[in-house]
């Protein structure tokens, strides 16, 4: 790896892969950075699947041709299925490694955000939005509230719900 020492290589899934800090990072930054670009054609969904390239379109007026205006969709549409397959191994790369990007992370925020939500909702501050509950981590979600009561008033607390 062009002369770097073996301290500065990470080994990656089965240990086939050998990436150094750097080159995780960039992965991990061009994943986000293609994710919120295709963010901007369409839906957030559609971007982490890597979609949403075949829904641009002109018409004929716009594109000054009907013909071209078909083979602008055309293009688009081929396009879109070839994004998509990046952005599947890109997935693939991002899990074996353990990267904070791809659709498998962002699937587990949302998982793990809405069982804040949850637990919130049973034990935690009514008055926090979802928006604050989510950035909280779990401890600070759980106890939190409950800070400075007796255990026995909490549970009473709790029992009342």
């Known amino acids: 790896m062009s002369g770097t020492g073996d301290e500065d290589v990470c080994v990656v899934g089965e240990g086939n892969l050998k990436l150094t800090e750097e080159a995780l990072q960039s992965i991990t930054v061009g994943i986000s950075a293609a994710i919120d670009e295709l963010g901007e054609i369409g839906s957030r969904t559609d971007a982490l699947r890597g979609a949403g390239l075949a829904d641009l379109s002109l018409t004929g007026m716009e594109a000054g041709d009907g013909g071209l ?93």
């Open 69 to 161: 205006a078909r083979d602008f969709e055309e293009f688009c549409e081929l396009w879109d299925w070839g994004v998509r397959g990046l952005m599947q191994d890109a997935d693939q790369l991002a899990r074996r490694a353990g990267l904070a990007a791809g659709m498998t992370w962002e699937e587990d925020q949302y998982v793990e955000g809405t069982f804040k939500i949850a637990a919130n909702a049973v034990v935690g501050n009514p008055h926090l939005s979802e928006q604050e509950v989510e950035e909280k981590e779990w401890g600070e979600l759980v106890f939190e509230p409950h800070q400075g009561r007796s255990v026995s008033s909490v549970r009473e607390a709790m029992t009342e719900q």
